[in-house]
């Protein structure tokens, strides 16, 4: 019969070739988090493994309520499980401004791979130039910007060209559709930049500047050109009647329009 220290030396040795059985696939690789447009989308590299099958991978998360109050539990990301890829988009699962730890590990057959852990808060995430839309109407300029989440706020700049040291600056929430700026100077120009802040005090550059003309107050922006476009094609009109009229003159219909004056007595005898 072995001895105790032979039996445990045979339990430690089966311990570890279950252990290597186990965790002998690598784990996942360059785990980094990419977020552009406010879209957040983990992504990781391809571990280099033999496998007879195809790697899969699952990512679960972490936020401070599972940290403090449900004793360090973790989630699974619900469309993240087992998948052949290795990108995972999060944007609706961090959905909070609170610290966050995401994981994922590799899984070939029976073999799993050790988890790879990433840091993640969404407010250390510098936001994009936003995309702005500036029209007018009358005397009033309308800006539009692209959505962004509750917690984004546009900073939106307006001056008078050549009078940025002037420029008018209002805040706009993401729940806003449209920044309404009425009463402008008839036949001014203007010009528009804006900026997006989050409650992080992280924000984005500026737009380029957007300058557009200002109308006569009440004037539908369409009315100006429209009535150009007319004067030009009625005068044209005129022109072509004018010269047809002079080319195609018979001598007989255009006797009465052009006669020829009698000379007074007096110059008869001369």
Same mark, same amino acid.
């Given at each position: 019969?072995?001895?105790?220290?032979?039996?445990?030396?045979?339990?430690?040795?089966?311990?570890?070739?279950?252990?290597?059985?186990?965790?002998?696939?690598?784990?996942?690789?360059?785990?980094?988090?990419?977020?552009?447009?406010?879209?957040?989308?983990?992504?990781?590299?391809?571990?280099?493994?033999?496998?007879?099958?195809?790697?899969?991978?699952?990512?679960?998360?972490?936020?401070?309520?599972?940290?403090?109050?449900?004793?360090?539990?973790?989630?699974?990301?619900?469309?993240?499980?087992?998948?052949?890829?290795?990108?995972?988009?999060?944007?609706?699962?961090?959905?909070?401004?609170?610290?966050?730890?995401? !994981?994922?590990?590799?899984?070939?057959?029976?073999?799993?791979?050790?988890?790879?852990?990433?840091?993640?808060? !969404?407010?250390? $995430?510098?936001?994009?130039?936003?995309?702005?839309?500036?029209?007018?109407?009358?005397?009033?300029?309308?800006?539009? $910007?692209?959505?962004?989440?509750?917690?984004?706020?546009?900073?939106?700049?307006?001056?008078?060209?050549?009078?940025?040291?002037?420029?008018?600056?209002?805040?706009?929430?993401?729940?806003?559709?449209?920044?309404?700026?009425?009463?402008?100077?008839?036949?001014?120009?203007?010009?528009?930049?804006?900026?997006?802040?989050?409650?992080?005090?992280?924000?984005?550059?500026?737009?380029?500047?957007?300058? $557009?003309?200002?109308?006569?107050?009440?004037?539908?922006?369409?009315?100006?050109?429209?009535?150009?476009?007319?004067?030009?094609?009625?005068?044209?009109?005129?022109?072509?009647?004018?010269?047809?009229?002079?080319?195609?003159?018979?001598?007989?219909?255009?006797?009465?329009?052009?006669?020829?004056?009698?000379?007074?007595?007096?110059?008869?005898?001369?």
């Amino acid at each position: 019969m072995p001895s105790r220290k032979t039996q445990e030396l045979l339990i430690m040795v089966i311990l570890l070739e279950f252990t290597k059985d186990i965790w002998m696939l690598p784990a996942p690789e360059t785990v980094f988090m990419d977020s552009a447009n406010m879209r957040h989308v983990l992504r990781w590299t391809h571990p280099e493994a033999s496998c007879n099958t195809t790697v899969v991978y699952s990512v679960q998360y972490q936020g401070e309520f599972e940290l403090v109050i449900k004793n360090g539990s973790w989630i699974n990301a619900p469309d993240c499980q087992k998948i052949p890829h290795t990108d995972c988009d999060l944007t609706f699962d961090l959905g909070s401004d609170s610290d966050y730890n995401v !994981r994922v590990r590799a899984q070939c057959g029976s073999r799993l791979s050790a988890w790879t852990k990433f840091p993640f808060n !969404r407010n250390n $995430v510098t936001p994009p130039v936003p995309d702005i839309k500036v029209t007018t109407a009358g005397d009033a300029l309308l800006v539009s $910007v692209r959505k962004f989440p509750l917690t984004a706020i546009t900073k939106v700049v307006v001056w008078k060209k050549d009078g940025e040291q002037q420029a008018s600056v209002s805040l706009m929430a993401a729940d806003q559709e449209v920044l309404h700026f009425a009463a402008l100077q008839e036949g001014a120009v203007y010009c528009v930049k804006a900026q997006v802040f989050l409650k992080s005090d992280m924000h984005s550059g500026y737009t380029d500047s957007y300058c $557009v003309s200002i109308t006569a107050p009440g004037a539908p922006a369409w009315k100006e050109p429209t009535a150009v476009t007319v004067t030009v094609v009625i005068m044209l009109g005129l022109l072509i009647g004018f010269f047809w009229s002079i080319v195609h003159c018979y001598p007989d219909s255009c006797q009465k329009y052009f006669q020829k004056a009698t000379l007074p007595h007096f110059l008869v005898s001369i």
